[in-house]
């Protein structure tokens, strides 16, 4: 129920259905944001079982794109709204919902804990117990294998190109394993990536642009932190974002669109970019689903899932992020 009081909460949370009151400061584009994330949250949570890890799954994980990443970035997803602190009670009742459904699909963590034991040097074990980690959602004993792994020199030896470098970094700070010795250099990590040469921005291309937006997502800690992105490259993402905006929505490429959308919110100065967040809710389904780039969305609930569940998982994930941070400001 709503209160007889119609603006916002003075915890900065959204009213029990999610909705944004009707007297509430934010403009069109925080209306827009909050409306696309809250249905793609929707649409994640009543489409959640055709994520779930066929029974023969064990830890080796022979095909981890297909049955098990997908898992990890659901779980992203609803561990940032609870983060954020903005949703209403349905909102926040479905991120949870998810978050249980994911944990139990990786055996509460004994699945995460099984890999790690029989491959030491791979990262999608703590990378994955991040997000939940982030909840409050704990496993002992890998706990105490990872407390002992981020600890090796092999674990800093691991030769990866510099934003996955980035992304085990803010996982082990995230779950508690960078303490000590073991914490990064973040300034020295950022120069290292294509970010952080501040390049001509007319050469970035299609995976470019993509490893910079997590080059900003692990720097900001995915909008918390957002003074972690130096002064010098908040200020080039100010002034290209717009231009890489409009380059990769008037082709359809709605996934990268949505991520670039994250990024802005990471930034120090979000960007306000109202039309950006008119075209995707444009294109966004009824049922909260967002198509990945232009191609027609065909096939069964199954293989639309597949298809197009990372970029719903984007879209959540940007809205919440929008809304939180627009109310940040005015809380």
Known sequence: ???????????????????????CSADSLVRTAHRVGL??????????????????????????????????ETALAAS??????????????LAHELLDFTWKQLGGGDMLHERLLRYP??????????HFARSGYRHEALDRLLDHTTSLRSARAMEMVPNRRLAVAN????????????????????????????????????????????????????????AGLPADLAGY?????????????????????????????CLPEPARTAADWTRLAAVQHEDGLLPRDGTPVEGEAAERFVTHHHTTVVAAVAGTLTVARALGRER
């Open 171 to 226: 996982a082990a700070r995230i779950s508690g394993f960078d303490g000590g010795d073991r914490a990064p250099e973040w300034e020295r990590l950022a120069r290292a990536t294509w970010l952080g040469a501040r390049p001509e921005p007319w050469l970035i291309d299609w995976m470019t642009a993509y490893h910079m937006t997590h080059t900003v997502f692990h720097l900001t800690d995915w909008g918390r932190l957002p």
């Open 121 to 130: 040097l791979m990262s999608d074990p703590l990378e994955t117990y991040a």
């Open 237 to 265: 993402l100010g002034r290209w974002l717009p231009v890489w905006l409009d380059i990769w929505a008037e082709i359809g490429e709605w996934d990268l669109v949505a991520e670039l959308l994250i990024v802005s919110a």
């Open 80 to 93: 940032l709204v609870i983060r954020e602190g903005v949703a209403g009670a349905a909102e926040l009742k």
């Open 39 to 72: 249905q793609a949250l929707r649409w994640l949570h009543a489409h959640r079982e055709h994520g779930a890890l066929p029974p023969d799954t064990t830890a080796e994980l022979a095909e981890p794109d297909t049955v098990y990443k997908p898992l990890g």
């Open 1 to 23: 129920m709503h209160s007889s009081d119609s603006s916002p909460p003075s915890d900065g949370s959204l009213p029990s259905d999610g909705s944004l009151p009707s007297d």
